[in-house]
């Protein structure tokens, strides 16, 4: 297993804009995954895009992947006040144990 | 269930007492993840189970953590003579198999040690 590094640690944006989020990894992985978490109680998976995909949408986010470079970014667009939470990625090795890093705080103001 | 179950949310304690935390993963979910969190740091991975065997018990911090989960479904974080150092969020999450699918969480336990 192995930790994703989050970058930036913290981000501030209006309502609207888009949030960009990077993560950075190590070793080769399975797949990636990117959770969210409000006010520090449970996380809750929002992607996951595999070793052999670049690209992956659902609704207003957006995961590239980049293998050669072993990072991967989470894009939000049209932010909303409800997306202020912390961004946790999570690089999958295959051996099940997901260990994360210390996020990006995100904060969408009004 | 619906989703996964963690009892107490919260759980205040006096220094030296015993605590068991429980959770109740997602109906079928063959692996449970037990995981802590402290004020501003990301989760840190404590156990998990496939089953009713822990498969991996690395992130233990000391023999006064202890976890079961006895019939493969409900398991419970065990913690001996507390410290004030392990005032944290506990956090329990789930998966089906290999977890590819993702790891469903629920919503923690607050333990305070006073």
């Known amino acids: 297993s192995q930790q994703g590094e989050e970058d930036p640690q913290a981000l501030s944006i209006q309502e609207g804009e888009n949030a960009t989020m990077n993560c950075s990894y190590k070793?080769?992985?399975?797949?990636l995954q990117w959770y969210r978490q409000n006010s520090g109680r449970g996380l809750v998976h929002l992607i996951l895009?595999?070793?052999?995909?670049r690209e992956k949408h659902s609704g207003r986010l957006r995961v590239t992947l980049d293998t050669s470079k072993k990072s991967s970014s989470l894009l939000i667009t049209a932010s909303r006040a409800a997306d202020t939470a912390s961004y946790f990625c999570a690089p999958n090795t295959g051996f099940q144990k997901l260990v994360f890093g210390t996020g990006t705080r995100l904060l969408v103001s009004p | 269930g619906a989703g996964v179950s963690q009892t107490p949310s919260n759980k205040v304690t006096e220094k030296g007492k015993y605590v068991e935390l429980r959770c109740d993963p997602i109906s079928g979910h063959t692996a449970l993840y037990w995981y802590r969190q402290s004020l501003g740091q990301g989760p840190e991975f404590l156990i998990y189970f496939q089953g009713t065997g822990a498969a991996d018990d690395s992130g233990l911090p000391n023999d006064r953590f202890f976890a079961v989960r006895p019939e493969g479904s409900v398991s419970t974080l065990k913690i001996q003579r507390t410290e004030r150092g392990d005032s944290a969020v506990y956090l329990c999450?789930?998966?089906?198999?290999?977890?590819?699918?993702?790891?469903?969480f629920g919503s923690g336990t607050r333990l305070t040690v006073v």
């Open positions: 070793t080769s992985i399975n797949n």
């Open positions: 895009i595999r070793s052999n995909e």
């Open positions: 999450a789930s998966s089906q198999g290999a977890g590819e699918g993702g790891y469903t």
